[in-house]
């Protein structure tokens, strides 16, 4: 008797099963199209990484060009970075990395056509290149272009090349060469590490040392994973806990509504002899219908909409794929949160007594969608808090100098640095000396050559990045002022910051490599030493435990290097504050850095590039931004899922209060007013369950940022929260609100008799 009561009251309340269920379906389904999505791109790697190389089944690498018995063909590679400056703008974000190779006498790679420009011209005394686009594309559509000149940078010297065309088509291994270069171009380069690739159509004859690479290889089919891919991997953890919160929120909704409606049904029932056991079972078949239904549904729109997506075989080659595990885990995980949401709701449903037969239907209280409500503004809020407060710990310190400027690779003399004094505009400039130094044992040293060594680096240690300049910005100090760090460098001591305090319990006082620390500055320092390139120079690694800020004869006493042998590769500077206002600073920096190349006397060996610290926290903000907000849409799509539960709350309360609004229209009130008051309950629901989602999603998002953070140690951690991305989620919220809110209180602004 039970379930047919129960499947008759949700036939008669078709509005709230058929929101519960649809709402639990877009929450099942969003969670099997993205698993699914990722399985089926990560499907799509090893057909790609074969379809690019199906030229040849195998290819070596090595330090050298060594003997490649068997070989179709052997080209010896250099790895450089790209001095590329769209708009005369220096790229932000990490450098671009190219390997170049000479170009043989047509394009070696017949399954990548070439879709811009010509060959390049063996014979021609100008430097030319033909690039594979996607080696030379930043931030979208950005790339040199053909005819354009465009910098190399190597270890040991810069080249500047003419780009004479681009090749297109599928993608290609990172060891393959995407730059190929003209004899003139190449032999600017002999001064540079070589390695060498051989493809082979088959394997055969003894192969010389070096790495193996075959289409089917794990590093190659890695490669072929996008960051978009990888991006849909970090965030499926959230779409489940997002998706689970939603079909809970929905489903105890639901249920509250359906126990309000049913009020006096259950206590006629409970009149006649039905037990509390009875309600239980009542309200637990219920949500068991609507959950597995929703489930059902779901899962077939979800696996639909993978297919459709997938249809492209250019892009998809292998086809749809689907993530039945996780798929089962959303089945296996479906009863819990239906028994989640029986608990949630079987308090309202015990207190139904007998006499309850005899009153009148109340209207049903809006306590479920609030929470509901409540709970999906949470995790939006949550995530941007997460986000924010992370990416606080690596915007750049506004005490920091104004700007970097990267003198690379051959850097220039004391005395060249000297000509730099008097710039307009810049009120003191500095060379910045900087060297990383090994805080434990020294490593290992690298691998011999061509012997599986991928450019002999060393492993990565615990280090320190000295830092001496001739001034000492007024950072922030957690231990220490700064009168007594300036002291304390002219005595020979070192400052520390924050970072590395944490990391390796060092405080004012202790020592660091038989060097006493004066202080401790609380300085985001990230950002700038990375884009400056101030880091991993002299085989060094690029992570570092952070800045040590000392004097140039602390520094040079670590350094075994004679002092006429370092040349200074870095300046910092400061600009007088009316030229900073007068350009701004991407205006400022451009018209600096080209003075500083013009007194260096445009070198060709070097490279000049000006890091400005505010357009560094611009592009950290901007990226960070992207990513959160890439994170936030997931959450933020659940609260529109969830606002379908208006839709159930309205209907419920328009029913129970038919009998007032049956009065309201006698005595002359319009659709109008009387939808009026359904919608401002609506808003008034949403504005109970934003004003209790945000101090929980603060809190929720602050912690979890400090779990994150503990991936970095010794990260300092900050309480940021993006207080306009919050007004425009809660304005987002409301909005959602009245999209579901007014076509379903128009429908049920006229009463029925």
Known sequence: MIPT????????????????????????????FSTSLVATNNAQAPAMAKRAARPWSEWRTARRKDAFPGAKIVLETVDLTVDFRPGGRVLQGPPMRVRLAEAPEANPYGAVALVEGVWVEQDAAEPQVVCVDAAMRRF????????????????????????????????????????FANRAAFDALQAEERSAIAFFSEASGVLAPGEIFTPESDAVVAAFKSDEQRRMDYATPLMIIAAVLTALSLLVNSLLLSIEAN??????????????????????????????????????????????????????????????????????????????????????????RPIEALAERVKPARRGMAITFALGFAAFVAVETWGASLMRAFVPSPEWPDAIVSILPAGASSFDIEKLR??????????????????????????????????????????????????????????????TACAGLKRGEIVISLMMSRARNLHAGDTLLGLKIAAVADVNWHMVTSRALVRGMNRMPVMTDGPCFASFDTVESLDRRPAF?????????????????????????????????????????????????DEIADGTLAHGTDVIGAAARVPFVFLAILAIGF??????????????????????????????????????????????????????????????????????????????????????????????????????????Q
């Open 5 to 32: 009561l129960a499947i008759r009251s949700l036939m008669r309340a078709k509005a709230r099963f058929l929101c519960a269920v649809l709402g639990i379906s877009m929450a099942a389904g969003a969670i099997v």
């Open 263 to 352: 009020k006096k049904t259950l206590a006629i029932l409970r009149l006649n002899g039905m037990t509390r056991r009875g309600i239980v079972a009542f309200v637990a078949v219920e949500a068991f219908l609507m959950a597995f239904c929703g489930w059902a549904l779901g899962c077939a729109a979800g696996m639909g909409a993978v297919k459709l997506f997938s249809l492209d075989a250019a892009a998809f080659p292998a086809g749809a794929a689907y993530d039945f595990t996780k798929m089962g885990c959303t089945l296996f995980a479906m009863p819990f949160v239906a028994l989640l949401a029986i608990a949630f709701s079987l308090r309202s449903a015990l207190k139904t």
């Open 140 to 179: 979208g559509k950005i790339k040199p272009a053909v005819g354009e000149f465009v910098k190399f940078v190597g270890r040991k010297g810069t080249m500047t090349a003419r780009i004479a065309g681009y090749l297109n088509g599928d993608r290609l291994p990172p060891q393959f060469p995407n730059v």
């Open 565 to 613: 042998m370092v040349p200074m590769t870095h300046v910092c500077l400061d600009y007088k504050k009316e030229f900073l206002a007068k350009h701004g600073p991407f205006g400022a920096g451009r018209l600096v850095e080209k003075e500083i190349a013009r007194r260096l006397g445009n070198r060709v060996d070097s490279t000049v590039r000006l890091h400005s610290r």
């Open 422 to 483: 008097g710039i307009e505009g810049v009120e003191r400039i500095s060379e910045l000396l900087p060297l990383q130094v090994y805080l434990e044992e020294a490593p290992p040293s690298p691998p011999p050559e061509g012997k599986g060594g991928r450019g002999g680096r060393m492993p990565a240690k615990p280090n320190a990045l000295f830092l001496a300049a001739e001034w000492l910005p007024r950072f922030k100090f957690a231990e220490g002022d700064y009168e």
């Open 647 to 752: 839709v159930a709350m309205l209907v419920a309360e328009a029913d129970a209060r038919n009998k007032e609004f049956r009065i309201l229209r006698a005595v002359g009130a319009t659709k109008g007013q009387i939808a009026w008051k359904l919608v401002a309950s609506a808003l008034r629901t949403a504005a109970c369950g934003v004003a209790c989602g945000v101090p929980a999603g603060v809190v929720c998002g602050y912690f979890a940022s400090l779990k994150t953070a503990a991936i970095w140690p010794g990260l300092p951690h900050y309480l940021a929260i993006p207080w306009q991305i919050v007004a425009e989620g809660a304005i987002g919220a409301f909005v959602f609100a009245l999209i579901f809110a007014i076509p379903s209180a128009l429908a049920r602004s006229s009463p029925r």
